[in-house]
């Protein structure tokens, strides 16, 4: 895009206080959520960041979990406003990916062990096409089955005003496009993006006054698994379990399958939103499939996941992505979402996020 | 976005936009140097791995034996108390066929790389390397490996000592 | 410098000496942990791969606050306060000695387009900042220079007084100059170093241990970061940071308040201008009070009794929690030859450093 990443950040800003009906005055804290630093060009990133984010003056905070950033930016904000410090608290994402030559992906060579690692050759296609292999070769799961998700989630995009890759595909056409990383094809994943997205929190007593229709984060929850990603299984993400759990215990979920009406998780590559479906308890382990077969997670289906589109269908700016599934959560229990609208009556709704070298999960439980 | 929001900012360009000098832009290099030391473990990792052998360490407490090896155990949150070689074989734990490299530039010859479980580390300790010798189509989960190591003179101390994983089948 | 080891080996080191401290097992007691990490300085994106392991911390809740250490205290309090963790942990560290080029990534925290071109030792931000102040507030250069002299000499006495000396004002205002008009011993030297600090509710607090220090007030805040936008006599952020501090603390006269003060000295002028932000000094007073020895280890107001930045050494983003610490030991009456007696009230702030006008200040007391 050709904004700047202080400008990309302000014109999410701009939105989110616009439609909470706020000015900057009105804000007292900012936290902000940006992941590498490689991607802007940048050290010390947040510090760059924080004039575009309405920060100058109040008490800044950048948070960083790799891709969980995202989800756990508003969690950050949480925190904030929970603790009795602030009242308000805006957060935001923000991902400008384009400015790393020749291609964003190099910066991710970093992520990995500097002296048993990177000497490999590694890309972070790696770990997800090893993880996607085990997660097949567990459960028996085929390729078209996880190609479904990327054909539903594209397909939903296309109703997504901001959506990059919006478009009704086709299984066949994910099969056949090319391999990049066996057993990942390029319809499997999606793209660098560049991008911005805020929310504003604010305490109970400031909510109510501001808006009859506010959204509540009724749980919150994160955990970081072993750096030693060959060690474990990866067959299922178990720091979504815990993190799911967190969130499911403040929020007081016993049964999330049956009281969760709606679902955003984070799906970078379409294996992902199965994947992380079984973590977040929504399915049994390696069942998830079936239900994606089955329809039960199309926008009219019992429990619709990724009604925006996901990731694979707007896009992928790290940090915003995350933060695009909040607000999403929060278009749709407010009805707002437009064509993307979910069939039932979504009540409660779930945000999540993946980071690290199959590390990281970010929850966060919305309710209406 | 809300169906409220009838309108949105941002201007959408493309690479080869600014390839052409449409857009004016800042072009700098950054090099970062760094050295990091390996620490306890890795050193003697490495110094192993240069003997052609490859060693792990082991926590009494919750009897694992760890590799890569580490002088604290993560999950008793206490120091490892010994070191232990372990084998240069295993097994394939995952795989995967990569036709990109790290600059997401097309390879012409794509790079196997799995993570192996080694042979006398506690099951399911792998670590992540490249396969060789080996069809890609054949390569399968739960296939038995050796490793293939450098000669000694050209073996400097790196992970790279070892060149790949190759299947011991027919052997 | 500490090449023998890893940086996560070195944060183990220091995590487990903090578990035992406070008595506490991390695979069961603890909630919630942080790292103040920033990716270029360790070599790795995404930094917070690297830090579960070590801390005790794997398949728990850990973050990372890219900010300095106080900040991620203050983020403790905050996770504390809000019920989500009784106990937390905040980690933070610099492995200076693994970075070869250190200017190159300092310089690479400046504006791309409108500062990145300026081919200098990137301190020449604390140089323009520091004769906008030196002229704002009619210091004289020299006081600057006895910031230096009296932080050396106290580190001589610090068990990690690494840049201790006994130095005097003309071997300071003589030695190279880093970035005019700051010299290089006025310059703090980074070194290696990881502190973990064990927060804890204060019904937990009681039960744990009888060396509790309690955070009574925090606040931390950002002026802008545009360099050539800033008044860069005063130190913007550590006023609004002071504030909020005071306020939660209930400190009203912060001059006379005070037992001792761990501040900001990564710059010997820096020492004088959050001096003045902090109200612990009139403006443009700092200096004839330094000057005075209003400021040593046996004045009315010890400041960087420990030696500070410039004594011991700049810690990156754990700059912060190396002054707490110097502040937490004080208070607990543990400072050995440093200890000022009677020590019960301690005010601490610290600088994100160059380019940056973010800072945070806390309030302690026993």
Same mark, same amino acid.
């Given at each position: 895009?050709?904004?700047?990443?202080?400008?990309?950040?302000?014109?999410?800003?701009?939105?989110? +206080? @616009?439609?909470? %009906?706020?000015?900057? $005055?009105?804000? &007292?804290? #900012?936290?902000? *959520?940006?992941?590498?630093?490689? =991607?802007?060009?940048?050290?010390?990133?947040?510090?760059?960041? +924080? @004039?575009?984010? %309405?920060?100058?003056? $109040?008490?800044? &905070?950048? #948070?960083?979990? *790799?891709?969980?950033?995202?989800? =756990?930016?508003?969690?950050?904000?949480?925190?904030?406003?929970?603790?009795?410090?602030?009242?308000?608290?805006?957060?935001?994402?923000?991902?400008?990916?384009?400015?790393?030559?020749?291609?964003?992906?190099?910066?991710?060579?970093?992520?990995?062990?500097?002296?048993?690692?990177?000497?490999?050759?590694?890309?972070?296609?790696?770990?997800?096409?090893?993880?996607?292999?085990?997660?097949?070769?567990?459960?028996?799961?085929?390729?078209?089955?996880?190609?479904?998700?990327?054909?539903?989630?594209?397909?939903?995009?296309?109703?997504?005003?901001?959506?990059?890759?919006?478009?009704?595909?086709?299984?066949?056409?994910?099969?056949?496009?090319?391999?990049?990383?066996?057993?990942?094809?390029?319809?499997?994943?999606?793209?660098?993006?560049?991008?911005?997205?805020?929310?504003?929190?604010?305490?109970?007593?400031?909510?109510?006054?501001?808006?009859?229709?506010?959204?509540?984060?009724?749980?919150?929850?994160?955990?970081?698994?072993?750096?030693?990603?060959?060690?474990?299984?990866?067959?299922?993400?178990?720091?979504?379990?815990?993190?799911?759990?967190?969130?499911?215990?403040?929020?007081?979920?016993?049964?999330?399958?049956?009281?969760?009406?709606?679902?955003?998780?984070?799906?970078?590559?379409?294996?992902?939103?199965?994947?992380?479906?079984?973590?977040?308890?929504?399915?049994?382990?390696?069942?998830?499939?079936?239900?994606?077969?089955?329809?039960?997670?199309?926008?009219?289906?019992?429990?619709?996941?990724?009604?925006?589109?996901?990731?694979?269908?707007?896009?992928?700016?790290?940090?915003?992505?995350?933060?695009?599934?909040?607000?999403?959560?929060?278009?749709?229990?407010?009805?707002?979402?437009?064509?993307?609208?979910?069939?039932?009556?979504?009540?409660?709704?779930?945000?999540?996020?993946?980071?690290?070298?199959?590390?990281?999960?970010?929850?966060?439980?919305?309710?209406? | 976005?809300?169906?409220?929001?009838?309108?949105?900012?941002?201007?959408?360009?493309?690479?080869?936009?600014?390839?052409?000098?449409?857009?004016?832009?800042?072009?700098?290099?950054?090099?970062?140097?760094?050295?990091?030391?390996?620490?306890?473990?890795?050193?003697?990792?490495?110094?192993?791995?240069?003997?052609?052998?490859?060693?792990?360490?082991?926590?009494?407490?919750?009897?694992?034996?760890?590799?890569?090896?580490?002088?604290?155990?993560?999950?008793?949150?206490?120091?490892?108390?010994?070191?232990?070689?372990?084998?240069?074989?295993?097994?394939?734990?995952?795989?995967?066929?990569?036709?990109?490299?790290?600059?997401?530039?097309?390879?012409?010859?794509?790079?196997?790389?799995?993570?192996?479980?080694?042979?006398?580390?506690?099951?399911?300790?792998?670590?992540?390397?490249?396969?060789?010798?080996?069809?890609?189509?054949?390569?399968?989960?739960?296939?038995?490996?050796?490793?293939?190591?450098?000669?000694?003179?050209?073996?400097?101390?790196?992970?790279?000592?070892?060149?790949?994983?190759?299947?011991?089948?027919?052997? | 410098?500490?090449?023998?080891?890893?940086?996560?080996?070195?944060?183990?080191?220091?995590?487990?000496?903090?578990?035992?401290?406070?008595?506490?097992?991390?695979?069961?007691?603890?909630?919630?942990?942080?790292?103040?990490?920033?990716?270029?300085?360790?070599?790795?994106?995404?930094?917070?791969?690297?830090?579960?392991?070590?801390?005790?911390?794997?398949?728990?809740?850990?973050?990372?606050?890219?900010?300095?250490?106080?900040?991620?205290?203050?983020?403790?309090?905050?996770?504390?306060?809000?019920?989500?963790?009784?106990?937390?942990?905040?980690?933070?560290?610099?492995?200076?000695?693994?970075?070869?080029?250190?200017?190159?990534?300092?310089?690479?925290?400046?504006?791309?387009?409108?500062?990145?071109?300026?081919?200098?030792?990137?301190?020449?931000?604390?140089?323009?900042?520091?004769?906008?102040?030196?002229?704002?507030?009619?210091?004289?250069?020299?006081?600057?220079?006895?910031?230096?002299?009296?932080?050396?000499?106290?580190?001589?006495?610090?068990?990690?007084?690494?840049?201790?000396?006994?130095?005097?004002?003309?071997?300071?205002?003589?030695?190279?100059?880093?970035?005019?008009?700051?010299?290089?011993?006025?310059?703090?030297?980074?070194?290696?170093?990881?502190?973990?600090?064990?927060?804890?509710?204060?019904?937990?607090?009681?039960?744990?241990?009888?060396?509790?220090?309690?955070?009574?007030?925090?606040?931390?805040?950002?002026?802008?970061?545009?360099?050539?936008?800033?008044?860069?006599?005063?130190?913007?952020?550590?006023?609004?940071?002071?504030?909020?501090?005071?306020?939660?603390?209930?400190?009203?006269?912060?001059?006379?308040?005070?037992?001792?003060?761990?501040?900001?000295?990564?710059?010997?002028?820096?020492?004088?201008?959050?001096?003045?932000?902090?109200?612990?000094?009139?403006?443009?007073?700092?200096?004839?009070?330094?000057?005075?020895?209003?400021?040593?280890?046996?004045?009315?107001?010890?400041?960087?009794?420990?030696?500070?930045?410039?004594?011991?050494?700049?810690?990156?983003?754990?700059?912060?929690?190396?002054?707490?610490?110097?502040?937490?030991?004080?208070?607990?009456?543990?400072?050995?030859?440093?200890?000022?007696?009677?020590?019960?009230?301690?005010?601490?702030?610290?600088?994100?450093?160059?380019?940056?006008?973010?800072?945070?200040?806390?309030?302690?007391?026993?």
């Amino acid at each position: 895009m050709l904004e700047s990443p202080k400008e990309l950040s302000f014109e999410a800003t701009r939105m989110a +206080l @616009d439609s909470a %009906g706020l000015e900057l $005055k009105d804000i &007292q804290s #900012v936290v902000s *959520g940006s992941a590498p630093d490689a =991607f802007d060009g940048m050290h010390m990133k947040g510090e760059y960041l +924080l @004039d575009g984010m %309405g920060g100058i003056g $109040k008490p800044n &905070q950048r #948070v960083y979990v *790799g891709g969980g950033t995202g989800v =756990f930016t508003p969690i950050g904000g949480w925190w904030n406003v929970a603790s009795g410090m602030y009242d308000t608290c805006l957060c935001v994402a923000e991902e400008k990916m384009s400015p790393l030559h020749p291609h964003p992906q190099y910066a991710f060579w970093s992520i990995f062990d500097q002296i048993l690692e990177r000497p490999l050759g590694t890309t972070l296609l790696w770990i997800f096409s090893l993880e996607m292999r085990r997660y097949m070769h567990k459960y028996g799961i085929t390729e078209e089955e996880i190609a479904s998700v990327a054909v539903k989630n594209k397909g939903n995009a296309v109703d997504h005003p901001c959506a990059q890759l919006g478009a009704k595909i086709t299984v066949d056409d994910v099969m056949n496009s090319e391999p990049i990383c066996w057993p990942v094809k390029r319809l499997d994943v999606s793209p660098p993006s560049d991008g911005a997205a805020a929310v504003v929190l604010a305490s109970e007593k400031v909510a109510k006054k501001l808006t009859d229709q506010p959204v509540w984060l009724d749980g919150v929850g994160w955990t970081l698994d072993t750096t030693h990603w060959t060690n474990r299984d990866l067959a299922y993400p178990e720091y979504v379990e815990k993190a799911a759990w967190m969130a499911y215990k403040m929020a007081g979920i016993k049964k999330p399958r049956k009281e969760i009406d709606i679902a955003e998780v984070y799906d970078p590559f379409d294996y992902k939103e199965l994947h992380h479906m079984e973590g977040l308890q929504l399915a049994g382990k390696g069942e998830a499939p079936k239900m994606a077969v089955d329809g039960v997670t199309q926008r009219d289906g019992d429990l619709p996941v990724c009604p925006s589109g996901g990731l694979l269908g707007v896009g992928n700016p790290i940090a915003a992505a995350g933060m695009m599934k909040i607000c999403e959560v929060f278009w749709q229990l407010r009805g707002e979402a437009g064509k993307r609208q979910v069939k039932k009556d979504a009540r409660t709704g779930l945000a999540q996020a993946w980071g690290d070298l199959m590390q990281v999960g970010t929850v966060a439980v919305m309710r209406s | 976005m809300s169906q409220k929001i009838t309108s949105y900012p941002g201007h959408e360009i493309t690479p080869e936009d600014v390839k052409e000098g449409k857009y004016l832009d800042v072009v700098y290099k950054f090099e970062p140097k760094y050295s990091w030391a390996a620490g306890v473990a890795i050193s003697r990792f490495l110094a192993e791995l240069k003997e052609g052998r490859i060693i792990a360490r082991k926590c009494m407490n919750c009897e694992r034996i760890l590799v890569p090896p580490r002088m604290y155990c993560e999950q008793c949150f206490r120091p490892t108390d010994e070191w232990v070689h372990i084998k240069d074989t295993g097994t394939i734990n995952t795989y995967s066929i990569s036709h990109v490299g790290t600059d997401a530039r097309r390879l012409k010859t794509p790079i196997l790389v799995a993570v192996v479980d080694l042979d006398g580390a506690t099951p399911g300790m792998g670590i992540l390397h490249n396969l060789g010798e080996v069809e890609p189509s054949k390569i399968e989960v739960g296939m038995k490996v050796r490793a293939v190591w450098k000669s000694s003179s050209e073996r400097q101390g790196a992970i790279t000592d070892i060149r790949y994983f190759k299947p011991i089948g027919e052997e | 410098m500490t090449p023998g080891l890893s940086t996560r080996e070195l944060m183990f080191e220091a995590a487990s000496r903090a578990y035992e401290d406070a008595g506490i097992d991390p695979r069961k007691d603890v909630q919630s942990f942080i790292c103040c990490t920033e990716d270029f300085w360790e070599g790795i994106s995404i930094t917070d791969e690297y830090m579960p392991d070590q801390l005790g911390a794997v398949l728990k809740p850990l973050c990372t606050i890219s900010s300095d250490g106080v900040v991620g205290l203050a983020t403790a309090c905050m996770h504390i306060m809000s019920g989500i963790a009784d106990v937390a942990v905040v980690e933070s560290h610099s492995k200076i000695s693994d970075v070869l080029n250190p200017d190159e990534i300092s310089s690479f925290a400046l504006d791309p387009i409108y500062d990145h071109h300026v081919n200098a030792d990137p301190r020449f931000v604390a140089g323009l900042e520091m004769a906008r102040y030196l002229k704002e507030t009619a210091t004289k250069r020299d006081y600057c220079a006895q910031v230096a002299v009296k932080n050396k000499k106290n580190a001589l006495l610090n068990p990690r007084g690494v840049h201790g000396a006994n130095l005097d004002k003309d071997a300071v205002l003589n030695s190279k100059v880093a970035a005019s008009p700051l010299t290089e011993l006025e310059s703090s030297k980074t070194i290696d170093g990881s502190i973990v600090f064990v927060l804890a509710s204060a019904q937990k607090a009681k039960k744990l241990g009888n060396h509790t220090v309690w955070i009574n007030g925090i606040g931390w805040s950002s002026d802008t970061p545009w360099i050539e936008d800033r008044d860069m006599a005063k130190a913007a952020y550590a006023e609004q940071s002071a504030a909020r501090a005071y306020k939660m603390a209930s400190v009203r006269n912060p001059a006379t308040n005070f037992d001792l003060a761990e501040v900001d000295d990564t710059y010997s002028y820096k020492e004088l201008q959050s001096l003045e932000a902090l109200k612990l000094a009139a403006k443009g007073k700092a200096g004839k009070m330094i000057e005075s020895g209003t400021f040593d280890r046996d004045g009315r107001l010890p400041v960087n009794a420990s030696g500070g930045s410039l004594g011991v050494g700049h810690l990156l983003e754990a700059t912060g929690l190396h002054k707490m610490l110097e502040a937490v030991l004080q208070l607990r009456g543990q400072a050995g030859r440093l200890q000022i007696p009677g020590a019960k009230k301690a005010v601490v702030q610290s600088w994100r450093g160059i380019p940056t006008a973010t800072g945070a200040v806390a309030v302690l007391g026993n």
